[in-house]
């Protein structure tokens, strides 16, 4: 007799009528005089595996009837299509071994706060929630790698150790650097720069640090930002590069994982409306938008906060793209729009579902005198740029690019309500472990 094939639950469906070794969890069990119906989990899905007391080995049955849940167990059995059963599959035990039975498991199918499923984040990672939420993300991670690739962009990585400030110097983490000052860097933008003035176009990604004293549902201290850079392209350029690429996260996502969007109760014909073009505004005409809404306390002139732009984005039933904000509310790199020096050639992009920012780019400043006056504007030191301004001495280009939060990308895609479960071990300001 052959020893049968170990697989995995996402492919049942091409072992059908055969005998198969399944490696994995006990999530869920019920019984019933001779029968266990056991619910097996393995990373890959989640099956219904039946034991019949007079098929299967004595201690393997007894066994079984004393695991908890989370018990490691390895089963064999015939695999059955049921259209009943959850996944469409059922596994007839033949054979297996209980590897370690444990009682107490701490995160039982009933409620729990968040404080107490964050400090188990390590244990919540196994339910069928935070599993379709973390495949969700890698589906979002392995698209922006192949949409990047496709176009020709190079992969640049960043430092994350820095000697100077990107978004503002509110919200830096100070390192000690031997016997220098050094920050975990808010964005790789300065490096995607002068990558861009090697390659033409590159993106980097990777872990973003902001030392973001706010408790809302969008922020975190650590999170992974996505930042394309493009040398000769506008911000017009860049904005439908955006465009382009949040369709194709759309698409992918529900191409390759349905069953965890079922798993979130996601609705789908939201996520299937987010086609192109989408609603492209000017800051005064999102300004003007505001203004007529009853709720809104709006000044013109600030930058929008959560309220204003989930009104904004409620407002449609896709992404909006909102383009051309007063210079005062953006980064000192930002050119300045010729037709209107109050305004930055600059964008964001608000997810739909009143999610707030996703995307925040613009089109550099590539002249060297202007970008050297808003460093000092800025009451930035020159010194720690020098290195920034070369980009602007040395064969200066116009170039543009912009940064997507991974975490919230993740969590509108996923329609959840919080970046926190976007994440796999959330950083935030009350939250360092585990
Ligand atoms: O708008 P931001 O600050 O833009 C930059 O950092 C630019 N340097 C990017 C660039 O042009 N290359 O951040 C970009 C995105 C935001 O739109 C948001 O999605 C995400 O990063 N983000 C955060 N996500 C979670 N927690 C936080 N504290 C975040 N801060 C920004
Ligand atoms: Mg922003």
Known sequence: MTTPPVTTIEKLSQHVGETVTLQGWLYDKSSKGKLHFAKLRDGTGIVQCVLFKNDVPEKLFEDVGHAGQESSIVLTGLVKAEPRAPGGYEIDVQSGRVLQAVQGYPITPKEHGPDFLLNNRHLWLRSRRQWALMRVRDAVITAIRRFYDERGFVCIDSPIFTPSACEGTSTLFEVDYFEQKAYLTQS??????????????????????????????????????????????????????????????????????????????????????????????????????????????????????????????????????????????????????????????????????????????????????????????????????????????YGSVPHSGFGLGLERTVAWLAGIEHVREASPFPRMMYRLSP
């Open 188 to 393: 790789g933008q300065l490096y995607g720069e002068a990558a861009a003035m090697a390659m033409g176009k590159i993106y980097t990604f990777g872990p973003t640090f902001r030392a973001e004293k706010s408790k809302t549902r969008r922020h975190l201290t650590e999170f992974w930002m996505l930042e394309p850079e493009v040398a000769f392209a506008s911000l017009e350029d860049i904005m439908q590069l955006a465009e382009d690429m949040l369709v194709f996260l759309a698409q992918e996502v529900l191409r390759r994982r349905r069953p965890e969007l079922e798993a979130l109760e996601r609705d789908l014909s939201k996520l299937e409306r987010i086609v192109a073009p989408f609603p492209r505004l000017s800051y005064d005409e999102a300004a003007a938008l505001l203004a007529k809404h009853p709720e809104s306390t709006f000044k013109y002139g600030d930058d929008f906060g959560a309220p204003d732009e989930t009104i904004i984005s409620n407002s449609f039933d896709r992404p909006v793209l909102v383009h051309r904000y007063p210079h005062e509310v953006k980064s000192f790199y930002m050119k300045r729009d010729p037709a209107d020096p109050r305004k930055a050639l600059c964008v964001d992009v608000l997810g739909s579902e009143g999610v707030g920012e996703i995307i925040g780019g613009s089109q550099r400043e590539d002249d060297y005198e202007t970008l050297k006056a808003r460093i000092l504007e800025s009451k930035l030191p020159l010194e720690p740029y020098e290195w920034y301004l070369d980009l602007r001495r």
